[in-house]
Each structure stands twice: as C-alpha cells, then as structure tokens.
C-alpha cells in the first residue's frame, strides 16, 4: 500500500487534467486484504521512514555522496557543464579524465581528516557491527572509489550524461537524492 500511496500521491501533477493509477493484485494475502479494504489503502497513516543503519552499503553510497560534494566543491568543480541532478552536482561523466580524477585524488589525500569526521558522523547511532567497519568504509571514501568511478564514466552503454547519475547507477551513490 505504500507504493500505491507514493504513486497516487503523484499522480495529477504539471498541471496534467487527467490521472489514473492502476493497481494489479496478485492472489496474496496481503493484495487480498488491501482489496477487501480498500479505504485502508489510502486511509492509513503511511509509515515513518527510517533509514537501515545496519547494512554497510548504505552507509557507504551516503557517505560517499558527501566526501564528493566536498571535494568537487574544494577544486571548484561543484555545478560545473550543467550537469544538474538530484545524486549530486559532479559535472558530466565526460568530464571525469585524468585531470579531475588527480584533483579529487589531491583533495582527499589533503582533507583526510575531514573525510574521517564524515565517516564518523555517519557512523553516529549506526549498530556495532557497523561501526566496527570504519577503517573499510574510510579507506573506500578516501580512494578506494575512484577506479570504480573511472569504470562507471566510461561506461558507454549508460545514457546518463551526469557522472552522479551514472556513480548512483553503479551502487556508488544514493539512488535517491537526499534534501
């Protein structure tokens, strides 16, 4: 049900006069109910997001995502080839060549410390087993990533001209952009 809220919720926007949602059930229990019920499918409260602070992959894109935008910011590179997108603004894929890639290289080695103060302010109420990974999770976001990065902007079956949409498409980033 929180999908089919999520999608009617949108639907009827850009000034669209018409809208429609369907929603298919499967024979399940849970399709079942919701269909014998159907004010609870849109009546309900929805419920409170919250993010998974067990599982290191999250933590990672999300960390990952910060030290970027921190560092394209510290060479001046924050904005640029209007390569505007909700993952971040990294420029286009074509950009990222030897020379971007020695800058960012450059500002993490000279902002290591930054870098771990980010780790760490993620890894704030994070579950032990977590937190006992910080040396991997610091090691990845200081240049770990950055072949991974080479890899996902020379992919040359990705349409995407934004690098931060080609890195979320790769696992790299949030897939979904944060406020």
Not at 34 to 53: C, H, K, Q, W
Not at 61 to 68: H, Y
Request: hydrophobic share 40%; charged share 25%; with cysteine.
């Amino acid at each position: 049900r929180f999908n089919y809220q999520q999608r009617v919720g949108r639907a009827g926007r850009r000034n669209q006069p018409i809208a429609a949602a369907l929603t298919i059930c499967r024979g399940r229990s849970h399709d079942e109910y919701y269909f014998n019920n159907p004010e609870r499918i849109t009546g309900d409260p929805p419920p409170v997001p919250y993010l998974d602070m067990g599982r290191i992959e999250i933590v990672r894109r999300s960390v990952l995502a910060e030290v970027l935008r921190r560092a394209f910011i510290g060479i001046g590179a924050s904005g640029q080839s209007g390569a505007d997108s909700v993952h971040g603004q990294f420029g286009q894929a074509g950009d990222w060549d030897a020379s971007r890639k020695s800058s960012v290289a450059a500002w993490l080695r000279d902002h290591a410390q930054e870098c771990a103060l980010v780790v760490d302010q993620f890894l704030t109420g994070a579950d032990t087993e977590l937190q006992e990974r910080r040396d991997e999770l610091l090691a990845f976001v200081t240049s770990g990533f950055l072949s991974e990065v080479d890899s996902a902007a020379r992919h040359n079956e990705q349409t995407a001209l934004a690098l931060s949409q080609r890195l979320a498409d790769a696992g790299l980033l949030p897939m979904f952009g944060f406020p």
